[in-house]
């Protein structure tokens, strides 16, 4: 993994979690970043996202590190925004940083109070860990009930040099698109201004993050945060932003993907096309409500091909299409013709289910245009074990 | 169980669904009776929804006969409407009435042939069958995953004599707000015109069917039917006309209740119960948030009192309401105090919500007068089990 310039990272226990594993990462730029991030659309707001939101505000867009912890959401407590405030200014402190420099994200337990003197105990040797090789074990000590660590990058040449890009992210219930959706952190060495990354960030989320969906349910701390400290000299012109703002987008993917794929229980990857939408908002609800359909995602589970249940859900969306038009295949098979059963071999099918990656697709025959890429996991018996019994 | 006068049912085994149980069921009215009804809003409708619309419309809300079947959705197949007519008009032709008052009603799986035949050759003895006393065998025949058979009753006493009321219903998974919620019949000997009727049913609907939420998702076939055939002779006057609406209220509650409590998989029966919203419509998405929130109700069946997850499904609900002045109570114990957590023991609090029965109550203290309930079940691995072998 060829990580961005001028970033360096660290993590370390903070006896936050029960369990001793990191809990508490650091990302630090050693120049001023250009910062941007979009969070959660919940009501209730964990006080790291009411103060990232006013950080970034004030600092005009500007960011020199980012505190994580995992373990508490740091939300609904009497304490959270001071615990927040103290332990950004103790960071910054150390950083030599105005604190509108610093970005809190929590992640984990809502309504029990987060104890800030156990993060400001950690900060010096969390400082003193920095180092620019630890990105993985920052991907490491965000994870919740994630099973893998989620991290992925990319180059891109321009005619003045190479810029890079490097992103990690948590997350795997709680996950539900149109929102900042699980915490997520892109870096990227390229010389971009705030204004221009914000643009770049809302229009990579838009097709990332938001195409995704685990369980329909949404947390209070969601947080993605993009990061352009320029380390890499390298300012892209016009057509190169573009280019660049392509490869966030496809980082942020598979980041995405990533989540997808380790949903609470998740045994498979689904890919959810809808085409030939009345509109491209069509095709979205169309694909979000496939996505967020309990039966189908029980039936991938049982690598059943229960095509009537993708049907439905389709006709669930809120959307008016015409049923005799639509076509559903399943890893690619035509399933259903126009609203009919088509003829396919059902117990080949159910073998090409039983994969770690499923694709559904829903064509809508006619003129429409608007088209969506969803991803979800299968619901198993899994997610239910782990939340029944998250706190306990 | 008094059940109301004129009706009679009859229920036998067709051969539509493998197992040799009753698959086919018949409830009829020796007088002509008043009907209303309410389907689906799935843009994917299955044949006898349709047909049942049709029917309504042509006779003028009248119907004499109810000819369901289990085991087969008649949806989303080639010879869908011509199997739901012909199986009609050969009943109507056994009963001596007009097509038009048969109103059909199917539920099972999606995308597969119906066999008319089967139907038709089994109406013989399933008219000769017909008995007042055969409710129940109806409530067992129109079952597929339900567990138990569901029923509920009522007697109002008049001014000039009494009428009954006698509903039953089946459902357990596909149960989702806002539609007409799986198959449902409400019977009355009460004297109403089907103006009038429609008007009740529409309004008792809304207290009832369209608070339960199982898992979010509708079916294709979902009908609720209302008849009143005027046997007991007593024509409700204004004011009795509310007393009936009221007992027709209160068996659909029952009967809706009873669909929560049997959800799939489901070991518990949650209430949920919003005051102090901005309006009604806002208590109720609030109410609908919590109850579809997967977070929620694998928390509940877990018997873990995680208000957090409560007051982040609320914060989805798309409805402004300050978190800071939200309390929230499980099992009458004050657990959130102000968006903040209250003291309690989570000890005896678990224990109280290993009962059979869990009430939520999200209170938002201020001005607002919305309120709303709504019914759901707790999510369990064995919600899983079901749905991913379905069909299989």
Known sequence: MRLPHGYSYAATYAGIRQDEKDDLALIASGLPASAAAVFTQNRVQAAPVKLSRRHLKRSGGMAGAILINAGNANCA?????????????????????PITFVLPASTGV???????????????????????RRFDDVACAIMTTDLVPKTASAEVKLRRGAVRIAGLTKGSGMIHPQMATTLGFVLTDAVISPTLLRAMLHRAVERSYNCLSVDGDTSTNDTVVLLANGASGVKPDRTELMKVEESVTRVMESLAQAIARD?????????????????GEAAVLLARAIANSPLVK?????????????????????????????????QGVPVCRGGLAASFSEEELKKKL??????????????????????????????????????T
């Open 354 to 391: 039983d994969r770690p990656e499923c694709a559904i697709r829903l064509v809508i025959r006619g003129k429409g245009k608007g088209s969506a890429r969803f991803w979800t996991c299968d619901l198993t018996e899994g997610y239910i074990r782990i939340n029944a019994s998250y706190r």
């Open 110 to 132: 809502i309504g029990v109070e987060l104890d800030a003197q156990k993060i400001i105990d950690a900060l010096p040797r969390l400082v003193a860990g920095l180092h620019a």
């Open 263 to 279: 949903g609470e229980g998740a045994k498979k990857l689904v890919t959810i096309d809808v085409s030939g939408a009345s509109s």
């Open 298 to 330: 029980t039936a991938i589970a049982g690598s059943d091909p229960n095509w009537g249940r993708i049907l439905s859900a389709a006709g669930n969306a809120g959307v008016v299409f015409d049923p005799a038009k639509a076509d559903v295949l399943m």
């Open 77 to 97: 407590t009497r304490t959270g925004e001071a615990v927040a405030v103290s332990t950004c200014k103790s960071l910054a402190r150390f950083l030599l940083l």
